[in-house]
T-cell receptor, first 112, second 115 residues
Framework: QKEVEQDPGPLSVPEGAIVSLNCTYSNSAFQYFMWYRQYSRKGPELLMYTYSSGNKEDGRFTAQVDKSSKYISLFIRDSQPSDSATYLCAMSPSGGYQKVTFGIGTKLQVIP | GAVVSQHPSWVICKSGTSVKIECRSLDFQATTMFWYRQFPKQSLMLMATSNEGSKATYEQGVEKDKFLINHASLTLSTLTVTSAHPEDSSFYIC???????????FGEGSRLTVL
C-alpha cells in the first residue's frame, strides 16, 4: 500500500463546476498537508498549505483535512479553463524540512 | 513571482557529457534544498537532500557519484549529472522550504534530454 493514494484521473468538468480532488494516506505521522498545481512541463506551484484538521479557504480554493479519516480534499469553485493542470497532494511529518511524500497527481481538464 | 528559481529550464546534451543545473532561493535562505526527478505520468521522486555546508543525503538507488550535489551557499544548490546517458533524460526539479512554516516551494524545473 502506498503511503499516499491519489486518483490520477483524468477528470473532466465543464467550466463553472465545483471540482473535488482527494487524497488518502496511511501514515499517521503526517501533520502538514499541501496541494500543488503543476502545469505541463513546469514545476509544481504551491496552492494551499495547512497543518490542522478543518478547512482553509483561499479565493476559489478550499483545502479540507480530516486527520481522523486520513483524508484530504481540495475544492475548486467556479472552475476555469486556466485551472486545467495536474494537482498534487503532498504531506510530511513536519513541514517541508523533512521528506515530503507526494501523491501521483490528478489531471484536471476544465472544458469551456 | 517565483521564490525558487531554476536554471536552465531545458538542456540538450550528448551522451557522456556533464550537465549542471542550478537552484536558487530568491528571497529567503535555505539551508536545505531537495532535488527530484519526474518521469512522464509519474509523481515526483526525491533524489537527494542538499544541505548547506555538508554532504548531500541521497535516496536509495540514486548514485551519488553520478548526481553530484553542491550546496555552496544559503541560496544556491547545484545538481550535476555526470556522464549523462539517454536514460537520464527526465524533468529535474528542486525545492526549498521557506521560513518557520516550512512551506515548500519548487523551482520551474529543468528538462534534460540526452542524445
Amino acid at each position: 500500500q502506498k503511503e499516499v493514494e491519489q486518483d490520477p484521473g483524468p477528470l473532466s468538468v465543464p467550466e463553472g463546476a465545483i471540482v473535488s480532488l482527494n487524497c488518502t494516506y496511511s501514515n499517521s505521522a503526517f501533520q502538514y498537508f499541501m496541494w500543488y498545481r503543476q502545469y505541463s512541463r513546469k514545476g509544481p506551484e504551491l496552492l494551499m498549505y495547512t497543518y490542522s484538521s478543518g478547512n482553509k479557504e483561499d479565493g476559489r480554493f478550499t483545502a479540507q483535512v480530516d486527520k481522523s479519516s486520513k483524508y484530504i480534499s481540495l475544492f475548486i469553485r467556479d472552475s476555469q479553463p486556466s485551472d486545467s493542470a495536474t494537482y498534487l497532494c503532498a504531506m510530511s511529518p513536519s513541514g517541508g524540512y523533512q521528506k515530503v511524500t507526494f501523491g501521483i497527481g490528478t489531471k484536471l481538464q476544465v472544458i469551456p | 513571482g517565483a521564490v525558487v528559481s531554476q536554471h536552465p529550464s531545458w538542456v540538450i546534451c550528448k551522451s557522456g557529457t556533464s550537465v549542471k543545473i542550478e537552484c536558487r532561493s530568491l528571497d529567503f535562505q535555505a539551508t536545505t534544498m531537495f532535488w527530484y526527478r519526474q518521469f512522464p505520468k509519474q509523481s515526483l521522486m526525491l533524489m537527494a537532500t542538499s544541505n548547506e555546508g555538508s554532504k548531500a543525503t541521497y535516496e536509495q538507488g540514486v548514485e551519488k557519484d553520478k548526481f553530484l550535489i553542491n550546496h555552496a551557499s544559503l541560496t544556491l544548490s547545484t545538481l550535476t549529472v555526470t556522464s549523462a546517458h539517454p536514460e537520464d533524460s527526465s524533468f529535474y526539479i528542486c525545492s526549498a522550504p521557506r521560513g518557520d512554516t516550512g512551506e515548500l516551494f519548487f523551482g520551474e524545473g529543468s528538462r534534460l534530454t540526452v542524445l
